[in-house]
Each structure stands twice: as structure tokens, then as C-alpha cells.
């Protein structure tokens, strides 16, 4: 049973930009039974190109990306009109102070380290942005 | 002290994945143990609480440790010694690698050569050299030689590997970047290694080069000051 306050991610298009294959296939198959449409990417060209087809309410983003950094990416949305209003929470592996510190001064709304949540959890963190 | 310094420059890499690692077990039994039809929900629930538990000691190694690779934070501890000697000495570690890699070596000396450096630091940065030479350039030649330039000794790492995109290149020794290629050939290396080789090459007052042709292969180039 679904606590409708922390399960605002139904009906929602979310892009999960995620290096790892394994990861992403069990975050996109929670997020899909919660409800949400998931749409995935790697590689930067991907992640632009989903962005201009199909209208994204949130985008979870890894920082560790082939041929390119998450940081690079979130510039790069932030300073597009057409994205720079959607919510985008940092999801990595990594957090030293620094990348904490610069993924919000870049705009993320979050910045979660993803081994230090259970799956429900991120999802709650997800929907307190989406509200 | 100087353990510590060494081990920080390669902790992100390692605590990446780790958590990586952790991260993919804990979602996986997660699914499992929602899963109405699961047996062995016991069992694995404590699977479950030994998973979250690693990873929360990693945190309390980090607490330890200094996080940032930080150059105001690394102390370089200096000695006098034969480059010589350490290049055979890391060769020799790497056998076992070369082997695997079925790599054909070819090492020159031109001289012998005294540097004043942090002789750890050094051997890390070549270690980190080497191995990506011998890693991405299976089955081939790689040509390993020091000689003199100016007041510098040079060392040159020549390989006929996979090579690096020069649309990449600008963006190597930036902390977390993998060229595409290395991406392609070995997904599970992390990034780091280059930046901090970069970052205690400088603080010897040396320098690297390094230029590469896609598909055909790389030339790393290291400089460092001899003893006057």
C-alpha cells in the first residue's frame, strides 16, 4: 500500500541518466511499478535527445558518465530555456564535499548518495522535489 | 603521514565501486524480498542488514580519511634515488599483467638517472603509466625508455593500443573524465587515476605529455627534474 504523500512519482516521465546497467534496470523497474514512465540514458547525446522528445518531470542523474561527467551535463541543461526548469537530483556513488558542493551550486535540487537509501526511500525523496 | 597520503589519492576510486558494487546487491534482495512469492525471506533479510551494514563502515572509513584530493593536503616526502632501479622494480610487478595482456616490452635505459622525489608518489604515478599502457594495448609492443632532456630525465611510454579520441584529450586529466574508448574496452576502471597522476607529477616540478592517434596508439612522456 501506497502512502499517497510520499509516492508522488506516478504519472510522472522521469529520465535516469546511470552508467551502470544493473542499477538502472532495478531503479526503472521500482520506479515503474510505483506508477512512473521511465526513460534511460548514458551517453550525453541520449540524454539531450530524450529531453527534446519527450516532455520530463524529473531526472535522476549519475555523475560518473562514459565520454562525459554529470556536471557537464547539468550545465549544459541549466543553461538551455527548454530544460532548465526541470528538477534534477544528482544520484551517485560518489560524494566527497567538493562534488556535493558543486552539484548544487550547478542546480541540482538533491544531491543523494545512492547506496545510502533503499529504493522506497529514494522514491520518497523523489516525490518531496516532485510536490 | 605519508601511508595516508597515498592511500587518499585512490580512495574515491575504490569507495565508487564499492558503493557501486553494494548498491546493485541491496536493490536486488529488496526486490527479491517484496516479492510476494519469496522464500527464504529470513535468510535473506539478513543478507539484506550485512549489505547495508558494509556499506555504512564504508562511510565511517571515509570520516577517517581526508576526502578531497587536495594538493595543500599531500606532503611530498623526498629522498635521493636511481629511477633506473624503480622502473625495473615496477616492471617487475607488472609481470604478472603483461602476461595476461600477452604484452611484448621493450625497456631502454639511456643513462643512469638520480632524482631527489617522493619515491612512493613516483612509483604510484608510473605504476598508473604503465598499467593503462599494458591494459589497453593487448597483444602489442610497448616501448618503455628514460633519457636525458636538458636538466629533466624523460620518460617515454609508447604503446600500439586502442589509443585516445582527440576530441577527448583536452579533457583527460579532469577528475572523473574516461575517454570513450577506455569506456568501451574496460568498463569497470574509474577515472581518477590520471588526475592525481597529473596533480604529483607538478608538484615535483616535472611535466606529461601525452598525445595518441586513435586506434594506433599512445605516448605518455614524463618529465622530472634531475639532481643539478
Known sequence: MDNLNNNLVSGKNIL??????????LFAEKLFEKGATVFSAKKEDDVFKM????KIDIISLDLLLPGTSGFEILKKIKADPST???PVIIL?????KSDVDMGLKLGAKKFLIKALYSMDELIEQFSEVLK | MKEDNIKNIFLTANVHQLRTSLSGARW????????SDCVNKDLLTEALNKIVYSIEMIGEILKFSEEDFNEDKIKLYKNKFYLNDLIKKIISNLSFLAQEKE?????EEK????????EKMIGI???NIFDNAFRYSPKSKVFISIEKKDSFVKIIVKDNGIGIDPQEMEHISQKFFRGKNAIDFDPKESGVGLYATKKIIEMHGGNIKISSVLNKGTTVEVSLPLIH
Open chain 2, 125 to 127: 604515478v608510473l605504476t
Open chain 1, 51 to 54: 529531453l527534446k522528445t519527450e
Open chain 2, 111 to 118: 643513462g643512469l638517472f638520480e632524482i631527489n622525489a617522493d
Open chain 1, 92 to 96: 551517485s556513488n560518489l560524494g566527497q
Open chain 1, 84 to 86: 532548465k526548469d526541470i
Open chain 2, 103 to 107: 604484452i611484448s616490452l621493450d625497456y
Open chain 2, 28 to 35: 536486488a534482495i529488496e526486490s527479491v524480498i517484496k516479492n
Open chain 1, 16 to 25: 535516469i541518466v546511470e552508467d551502470d546497467i544493473f542499477i538502472n534496470s
